[in-house]
């Protein structure tokens, strides 16, 4: 899909505030230890190596182990509803994930009118347990380091990270976000899927949780937490986007903010990641393959960005820290 020129401009790419943090950004900190069973310790990238069919896992204490993987996702998908079936439309989708009616809007950005089908969407953004049980299926990679300096890029993606597990994964290109939804028997939803989840559908609410602005209660956002962290890491401070601490300087686990939830109960569709999009788009600079991604993010210093109707595109060949994703599936 390559949505027609808008009259407003989109949000600029992330590379020049990423790139400026990862340039200098402090190694990450050691785990407190790797007892990893029968996988074998890597201390030189901060991980357990864990045998096919187990994940790492790291407990209260920060020790990290392997253990059998997740089994999520189902191998079929559920029988749709019949016609009169007393079946509830969320009890349609798989465990975790909810349902989201049909409809039309204008599209916030193009004002044109967008049908949406009915479709099941995850309730949180992929964790790294999550995406961890692709690793172990051999059906996703191993999410890069943030960039070419790998100790030092690496500082605040999840992957191997001890105490991340349930964190979103983040670090990922567009190709793996995809490579991880199909593994799951799922799909990254369309741009105009996500405006219609994060708008509410025919509420139209400005953000996902309706009109009041950005709080520490809703989202995980740059708050008066973030730019001390980035102190000295970076050539230009992160500004906090809001007067309030969020607790979280980098990623927080999903479903951290229950004040943030949209009506249907999805969870983080503002702040801690932005989330890929299947939807593509065509640079104005250079007509090079775009991506459409949404949301904004633990980094984010405007509360326009976590606006319902925002689009902001990135080179799918992009890995950050603030960018990873969630899955839908069609009804
Ligand atoms: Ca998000």
């Known amino acids: 899909m390559a949505p027609a020129p808008s009259p ?14 990862a340039l200098i950004a402090p190694e990450a900190p050691a785990a407190t230890g790797y007892a990893c069973g029968d996988g074998k310790p890597n201390l030189a990238q901060k991980r357990c190596d864990c045998p096919a069919g187990k994940v790492e896992s790291t407990n209260a204490k920060g020790i990290s182990s392997c253990v059998e993987a997740p089994k999520p996702f189902p191998s079929a998908r559920p029988a749709p509803a019949r016609s009169g079936a007393a079946a509830s439309p969320a009890s349609r989708c798989p465990d975790g994930m909810v349902a989201i009616p049909a409809g039309t809007f204008p599209l916030e950005e193009t004002k044109r009118p967008m049908n ?14 999550d995406y961890s049980a692709c690793i172990a299926a ?3 990679a191993r999410p890069g380091t943030w960039s070419s300096d790998a100790a030092k890029g690496s500082q605040a993606c999840n992957y191997g990270r001890a105490g991340r597990a349930l964190h979103p994964i983040n670090c990922v290109v567009w190709e793996e976000a995809s490579a991880y939804c199909s593994f799951a028997h799922k799909r990254l939803l369309t741009d105009e899927e996500w405006e219609w989840l994060a708008r509410n559908g025919d509420q139209a609410s400005k953000y996902p949780w309706g009109s009041a602005a950005p709080d520490e ?17 970076a050539p230009r401070m992160p500004k906090a986007m809001i007067a309030g601490d969020d607790g979280f300087a980098e990623s927080a686990p999903v479903g951290s903010f229950p004040k943030g939830k949209n009506r249907w109960g999805v969870n983080d569709l503002a702040g801690n990641v932005w989330e890929w999009t299947s939807s593509s788009d065509v640079s104005p600079k250079d007509g090079s393959s775009m991506k459409l991604m949404r949301g904004g993010s633990f980094l984010s210093e405007d509360p326009t960005v976590l606006q319902s109707g925002l689009r902001a595109v990135e080179r ?12 839908a599936r069609s009804l």
């Open 217 to 233: 209660s809703r989202a995980n956002v740059c708050g008066v937490e973030c730019p001390e962290h980035y102190r000295g890491i």
């Open 138 to 140: 051999n059906a996703c």
């Open 316 to 327: 799918p060949e992009t890995r950050t820290w603030q960018i990873g994703m969630r899955c």
């Open 8 to 21: 407003t401009p989109r949000l600029a790419p992330l590379a020049a505030l990423a790139l400026a943090v």
């Open 116 to 129: 949406v089908a009915a479709f099941c969407v995850d309730v949180n953004e992929v964790t790294v347990s």
